[in-house]
DNA sequence: CTGAAAGCGCTTACAG
DNA sequence: CTGAAAGCGCTTACAG
């Protein structure tokens, strides 16, 4: 396509060889200052820059990192990819980015394509369809190839990997602690995302918090299902017969649609309902009312997580594999106020 | 970082040529069918795969496209990737992806790197700050480079390029004229991205509009501000000195703004007030009320764009740029019902 | 039908 | 200080 000058047209402009010119632009101490110089004139006057996929081949790298991200439907995983791509440009790196609209078949199409020497690392949150059938073994084919991998958000699969996350059932543990903490007992939780491992930590987090002190866990207040429609029903049920004062929602949908239908039923949020949620942070204290979320962090996510990997490309370690926790945090809006 | 194996390590084993073995498995007429079995045989069983990077070098394409987002605080433009994704997987290009943060700078440290041989071709919507400076060299450098360009969504610009994406006036404009068919005549516009060139589109389409049958355009409807306090204030002060009976909003942030504050002001919505925005179409409904929205199709945007790209890189047209726009769609909710 | 050779655009030991 | 040569892993005219 493109038809920018070479290191061996540069060369025979100057009458030298490709390898001083080469020698010259990389700054070796070989090379006589004034034949550095020389070049250097040239290069810049014809702006040159090197073939990267010339320089790829030779290194037998690729400086590509590749991100596979199970879905694209909330800014969560867009955030993460914002840090990912600080990190990398950073570094030089360039992302591949990869869909996997939460399929295990997609998924290996990708890591497929991928091993056919596309990237030095990969960067992936597995597929829910993944985490449902514990079909690992397309991911641990790249550790044979030697091409490291980083786990991030969705760690909490059994895969010896390294990994970046947060700490999910913490997470939640905390947003029940501290809805109890101002006396309310009758919390419900509210999941749209079952299928996922993180999620099945935020619920054990719910119910360590629930049979905490003076509560107990109640398996009427656990609304989870994959099925809005089923989510909206339940929900509704539960408010119109206990007495609830708080939910805790584990994703964008089902904190939605928990403000909704409490609306819905003419409770008001927060006198008659608090709510902690999962919420797009630029959006949230938007709506009305704003609803009090759980920060993640997702930028930081991205970075560790590129971090950890470069790391891991450069020096590919003896096989001890991390696990870095992110801290989270309760950011309070309309939802949690009085 | 890879230890697979290569065409000339299949040849050893197989004490042929490495151009037998490239031309079997490259499926040439040339060779015969003994051969190829036993070549396509030897292969399978090591799991070979072409090294892309030396067949990239060899052909003189990268097999990528570069994609440039100016953000992604919204689904928006994460939609419109996933768009692009399905496109350009199904013809086998990998995607790079960057995010130039609505700067200049960055734009232009991006297509630097890309001009490195990165890619056969670039799809980009332009940075806000490119917009408002009208700086747009570093664009059309690529096309010396004859590396094709197609811009998408922000195409409100005034460059010779292709572009894709929707007729940003034609669309406000019919939600004014629905709001007006239903007998509402005090419509105000809010918007928070009044620097992007489709917002200006839009604007004309509004007062186009207003100015239409029983009503004139009042510049005191207009509420447009890159500050959402500004916004905000501005709102409150509409709603109490008019008697307002509809807002068409341009924006994530500014229609779930509209929709607080008018609540907030104990107005009712769809009764008292009707709106039509731009929501995550995945997220309206859920919203309460759940609010009308544009319907953009960002992944017809993003499948579109990427055809016209890959054609472009297929066959360098003579320069006749083309402009495809797409059609939108009022999506009806609660805010419209009624 | 098969293979030797050149070449894509670079880098880097090695020789002079 | 400079350059010739080999090589990264492929493809493809060309010769036999």
Redesign the pocket.
């Known amino acids: 396509m493109r038809s920018k000058i ?3 047209e540069l060369a025979k402009l100057l009458n ?5 010119v ?2 010259s ?2 700054g070796s101490p ?4 004034n ?1 550095v110089k020389r070049v250097k004139e040239l290069a810049e006057l014809h702006n040159y820059s ?2 990267l996929t ?2 790829n ?4 790298s690729t400086g590509n990192i590749a991100v596979i991200v199970p879905n694209i439907s909330n800014t969560f995983f867009a955030k993460v990819l914002g840090g990912i791509e600080n990190e990398a440009r950073k570094n030089g790196y360039q992302l591949i980015t990869y869909i996997s609209n939460e399929s295990l078949t997609v998924e290996k199409q990708i890591m497929d394509l991928i091993s056919n020497g596309l990237a030095d690392g990969v960067l992936m949150s597995v597929s829910a369809e993944t985490q449902t059938t514990k079909n690992y073994d397309h991911i641990y084919r790249f550790t044979e190839y030697e091409i490291p991998v980083v786990l991030f958000d969705r760690i909490n699969v059994d895969v010896k990997l390294d990994k970046v996350g947060v700490d999910d059932m913490q997470s939640i543990y905390n947003a029940v602690r501290y809805l109890k903490s101002k006396g309310l007992n009758r919390i419900g939780l509210v999941c749209s995302i079952g299928d996922l491992g993180l999620a099945q930590a935020r619920i054990d987090g719910y119910k360590a918090a629930m049979n905490d002190q003076n509560t107990t866990f109640q398996k009427e207040f656990l609304i989870v299902s994959n099925d809005p429609e089923v989510l909206r029903k339940q929900l509704g049920l539960v408010l119109d017969t206990y007495e609830m004062e708080a939910f805790v929602s584990l994703d964008y949908l089902s904190t939605l649609l928990t403000s909704r239908v409490v609306q819905e039923k003419k409770l008001n949020i927060p006198e008659d309902i608090k709510i902690i949620g999962y919420v797009n942070e630029d959006f949230a204290p938007f709506l009305w009312p704003s609803i009090s979320y759980i920060d993640q962090h997702p930028l930081s996510i991205g970075e560790s997580a590129t971090q950890l990997l470069i790391e891991r490309i450069k020096k590919m370690q003896p096989k001890e594999f991390d696990t870095q926790i992110l801290n989270t945090k309760i950011v309070h809006l309309d939802s949690t106020l009085i």
């Open positions: 070479t290191l061996k030298v060889s490709v390898s001083t080469s020698k632009l990389n070989e090379i006589s200052k034949t090197p073939n010339a320089v081949l030779k290194r037998k």
